[in-house]
């Protein structure tokens, strides 16, 4: 039995009503044609950031062609052009940060840097499946509930009044991004800010209050996120270059030893910054308990489900504790990600928005690019031509890495800004016998210090969206913030590293 005629009434213009009609010649359908859309101009933000960009592809390929200089190989030399350009690219934000990070990967193996086979290989480096499980315990924290219970359980401790509120909001932050990423944490306590905000009739971009509970908010997570593997992506990334680079790493006990003095003053500094940067307000505290009590009394008692992703978790930060020196981080991390799709507690569908593919991706390419510019001899190239004949402390050199690292920050992503450092960072601690574990924590923990700008860091772009701060508010005390953080840094590195054996 032959089906329905399909006739083109453009073919037959006498076709019965009920054959096949084109969309466009239906009833009712006729329409005027669209005018085509006005010309845009390019903005002189996305000129800059072509020009920039341009410059940087011009500038690698003129390193590629050029003769090789002394001391350098053909192939360091192509790993030299391959980094200028994604460095280039990282910093102008040009295309998304994982496009360059599989670009690096592929220029490395059409350049001769690298053999393509030992370039896909490093892309493969454990660092990247750590971050992978990372994502996925962070998304069933979230996704669970279980974040904003241990959020709200920490906030209603801290109600005697509004300095103890802020600070209450900014040690929560901190708690919380110990355990999971910073941008999820900010992500998940901006709500609850916001709704304190609202309850306690705060005026948006007036308010000295709101400002401080919001700076409380971003700087609290930026600041944690340093105590941990989970706070950031910066540390499992440096990890994966410390081990492909050394083939030894830094265990998570040690990292937490290492790094909590920066947390807990980081911590202790910005809580007195806020206090007397900003002036005093009488507030409505009464109306900010109120809000905190309901939404607690809405959440109920814990759950089945958030009870198994709690032991999970913590089982997990236990295995890393315990097992970190001889068991792969990545391993644990897997594992644990697979035990919460077996409990049930998490779906495949549950990760949309909690698993960034983009930063897994980028973390790839960083990864294989500074092994390159490592086996290659280029990163000990370049530091010997800027530092030949000159002689200068190591604390000093570890204090410039730091410096620069926080500047890049304001420019590119943390990460990218570790990644880009570290090889250098290596070289400079191969020739001034610098412990490489002291520049991991260096260039790592500074690149979490960038307070200045809203677009410099997740938690600062989260709260300065929230419409109650100013541009001009966070430029003056988030510059002061940096710097004494730089210095809390430095002091750490030179007094507490000595003592627990990483200098």
Known sequence: MSGPSIVDPRLDPGAP??????????????????????????SREALLQWGLSALGVAGGL????????????????????VFLVCTTLWITDLVPIGVTGLLAVALLGLTGAMKPAAAYAAFGNSAVFFIIGVFILA?????????????????????????????????????????????ATAAMLFPITLELSAAMGLRQKESPYAKVLFLSLAWGAMVGSNA???????????????????????????????????????????LMVLRFWFPGERVDLQAARDTIQRSVAELGRMGSRQGIV???VGATVCAWVLLGGRVDLAAIALLSAALLFF????????LEGYVHWGIVMMYGGAIALGQAVESTGAARWLVSGVLEGVSIPPFVAVAGLALLTVLLTEFMSNAAAVAVMLPLGFSLAD??????????????????????????????????????LRMRDMLGVGLLMTVLSVILLLLVSRLWWPLIGVL
């Open 17 to 42: 009503a009920d054959e096949f009609l084109w969309p466009a010649d239906r009833p009712g359908d006729r329409r005027a044609p669209a005018l085509p859309a006005p010309r845009r101009r390019p």
């Open 62 to 81: 003129f390193v590629l062609l050029a003769a090789t200089p002394a001391g350098l190989t053909p192939q360091g030399q192509a790993a030299c052009a």
């Open 139 to 183: 998304a069933a924290t979230i996704h669970s509930g279980l974040s904003k219970r241990l959020a709200l359980f920490f906030i209603r401790r801290f109600q005697r009044g509004p300095h103890a509120l802020a600070a209450g909001i900014m040690l929560t932050a901190a708690f919380l991004t110990v355990w999971m990423p910073a941008q």
């Open 228 to 270: 941990s593997f989970l706070g950031s992506t910066r540390a499992p990334l440096a990890l994966g270059i410390l081990e492909s680079r050394f083939g030894q790493s830094i265990t998570f006990g040690q990292w937490m030893l290492a790094s909590m003095p920066v947390v807990l003053l980081g911590v202790m500094v910005g």
């Open 310 to 312: 709690a032991g999970i």
């Open 343 to 350: 409990t049930r507690v998490l779906q495949w569908t549950d």
């Open 431 to 468: 020739q001034m016998s610098i412990s490489p574990v002291a520049i991991v924590l260096t260039c790592s923990l500074a690149a979490g210090l960038d307070f200045t700008f809203p677009f410099s860091s997740a938690p600062n772009t989260i709260a300065y969206s929230s419409g109650y």
